[in-house]
């Protein structure tokens, strides 16, 4: 009987399997976006196998209707409103008492740190819109990491492996849903609530099966990475559609990679600075920016965020002071009792900042505050060129 302490996950199981690489797996570090069905799928089977680190995210709270196909939530979770990663990342950790599971509670683009992207080995996509896939296949494309996506309908499972150079989702994206993408990104000075997303039915099932095709993949991903020849067929480059009314599977060739998409651009070198954190003040940050780049003018360019000061409607004529990222804004405008009333019949402006230096009014708010992230990535521009550089001191 194995002591209560001493023994090691897997052991005398995983161990078994000659193609599974335990030291590998136990090392990996897997983000998974998304907490829903397929997150809770997906998390508890990496725990399962004794993935080492995975990061959870997602900014939703659970609600009674999640517990139909939500193994990890309990209905005591819905009562209080817990948040979705925070529980996930507890109930694995329960799991699995050898793995570590970081919870972000927060948005996959404007609230994750481009560093866990950066360090991930591969990443597991459980969405529920196009626009969450577009912006994490423009991340995943930034960091130059395979990305495994699924998607779940009634009885039916999508599974899709996207890797820089074979496939990317923008690529694969018609026109008309392209479009309906921009609409929810574009108009950037105008705020617009979130329409409530189109809610499609699933069921425990197909998030099962979905899930544990995910994982699987993501396994190989795991693997491959070490170099050595496997003896796995991927589906990087197809698509995997699981039918479950009449049982069907099927794979097909499902790769799209033009040479024109903005979305292939990698961002690298990356330069790792233990110096910066986001708790620094901008100045300070565009201080420590100059000296470590040796450069006299500099200014950090916010991609996946903006600083909005105040928000402006036009009948009644009124400023509103926010103070916040635009990535909070919805949330913002949704709790304060005027503006969510203003917000059903007008539209607001946003006044907002994308780069930050000297001449940034609100120097002394930290790099968090006005919207970027712990471990972020920052791109800066120089009188020497564009830099890309990591809040590396957010690792201590
Ligand atoms: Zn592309």
């Known amino acids: 009987m194995a002591d209560e302490r001493k023994y090691e996950w897997g052991e005398g199981v995983y161990t078994l399997l000659s193609w599974f690489k335990q030291d590998r797996v136990k090392n990996a570090h897997v983000l998974v976006a998304g907490a829903g069905a397929l997150g809770n799928e997906v998390v508890k089977n990496l725990a399962l196998f004794g993935v080492g680190h995975i990061t959870v995210v997602d900014f939703d709270r659970i609600e009674v209707s999640n517990l139909t196909r939500s193994v990890l939530f309990r209905e005591q979770d819905a009562f209080s409103h817990a948040y979705k990663a925070q529980v996930v990342a507890e109930r694995a950790m329960e799991i699995n008492p050898q793995i570590r599971v970081d919870a972000i509670v927060g948005n996959l683009f404007s609230e994750v740190g481009f560093g866990i992207y950066r360090r991930a080995d591969v990443v597991i996509g459980c969405l529920d819109s196009r626009l969450a896939r577009y912006q994490l296949n423009r991340l995943c494309m930034r960091a130059g990491k395979t990305w495994v996506d699924g998607s779940i309908e009634n009885l039916t499972g999508v599974v899709r492996v996207y890797a820089p150079g074979v496939n990317c989702y923008e690529c694969g994206l018609s026109r008309e849903e392209f479009n309906h993408i921009m609409l929810r990104t574009g108009c950037a000075d105008v705020v617009r609530t979130q329409s409530s997303a189109g809610r499609v039915a699933t069921t425990p099932v197909s998030a099962s099966i979905i899930g544990a095709m995910q994982v699987q993949e993501a396994l190989k991903v795991i693997h491959q990475e070490s170099g050595e020849p496997t003896p796995f067929k991927s589906l990087t480059g197809k698509m995997l559609r699981y039918e479950g009314m009449n049982c069907t599977t099927k794979v097909y060739n499902f790769a ?21 954190k986001a708790s620094l003040t901008v100045t300070r940050a565009l201080d420590v920016l100059r000296q470590e780049l040796g450069v006299k003018a500099v200014e950090i360019n916010m991609c996946n965020n903006k600083f909005i000061d105040f928000i402006a409607c036009d009948n009644p004529e009124r400023e509103f002071r926010v103070m916040i990222p635009e990535s909070r804004l919805d949330h913002h405008i949704s709790s304060d009792r005027e503006l969510r009333q203003l917000s059903y019949r007008t539209l607001f402006h946003k006044h907002f900042y994308e780069n930050l230096d000297y001449d940034f009014p609100y120097g002394d708010l930290t790099l968090q505050q006005v919207g970027i992230p712990p471990l972020d990535v920052l791109q800066v521009t120089t009188d020497r060129g564009q830099f890309f550089v990591e809040l590396t001191g957010d690792l201590t």
Not at 259 to 276: F, G, K, Q, T, Y
Request: glycine share 0%; hydrophobic share 25%.
């Open 256 to 276: 799209s990679w033009k040479s024109n998409c903005p979305a292939h651009r990698r961002w690298e070198p990356v330069r790792e600075c233990p110096r910066l």
